[in-house]
């Protein structure tokens, strides 16, 4: 018993995690393009990988090779209305993909409510105000809220000490029921 015990001490000294090389993709839209970067769990970032940008047709709507911090950038064709998929490929068997919705492309003047009749003796907005309006506000939102995404996206992907401790405790537990088992046997 006392041999297992030390076999399993330092089996457990010896985890790692296993994500320490997954590959992520964090996309965001800004405007008539679309900018993010590919990144690494345990760290780094691909310096010169091939990426692409493609619709759910499979239609390549941009491509190109990731900068020295893994950050890519392109235009959005006019009047997208699909959703977009960017997929970061290190060619060392890491691809990674980020998919964004169709409804993140729309303009400010596509959003924007339509203009409602205002009570008699109001001012009057034009509807070009309205629309310009909505398109600054869903710029300024997107500006505040992309740090808050690109954290979420981080701490998602990352190897928790509980999940680690939740691992172990689960091989002990069946090798605990393999020995009960076995001594039912007997």
């Known amino acids: 018993m006392r ?4 076999a399993l001490l330092v089996a457990l000294a010896a985890v790692s995690p296993a994500a ?3 590959l992520k993709v964090f996309a965001t839209v800004e405007g008539a393009s679309v900018r993010g970067y590919a990144f690494f769990i345990g760290g780094g970032r691909p310096d010169g990988s091939p990426w692409v940008a493609k619709n759910p047709a499979g239609t390549v ?3 190109g090779r990731t900068d020295a911090e893994g950050r890519f950038a392109f235009d959005l064709p006019p009047a997208m209305e699909t959703d977009v998929t960017v997929t970061v490929d290190t060619q060392e068997a890491h691809i990674a993909s980020a998919t964004l919705s169709a409804e993140r492309f729309t303009t400010g003047a596509a959003a ?3 203009a409602t009749a205002a009570p008699a003796g109001a001012p009057l907005v034009p509807a070009g105000d309205d629309a310009r309006l909505a398109a600054l506000v869903s710029v300024a939102v997107q ?3 992309e740090p808050l995404m690109e954290r979420m ?3 998602d992907s990352r190897l928790r000490y509980t999940d680690a401790m939740s691992g172990v405790f689960l091989i ?3 090798a605990g029921i393999g020995l009960w088992a076995r001594r039912g046997r007997r």
Do not use: T
């Open 3 to 6: 041999r297992l015990s030390v």
């Open 20 to 22: 320490a090389h997954k």
């Open 61 to 63: 709507l941009a491509s």
């Open 112 to 114: 924007a409510p339509p």
């Open 143 to 145: 500006r505040e809220i």
């Open 153 to 155: 996206e981080v701490m």
């Open 172 to 174: 002990i537990g069946l």
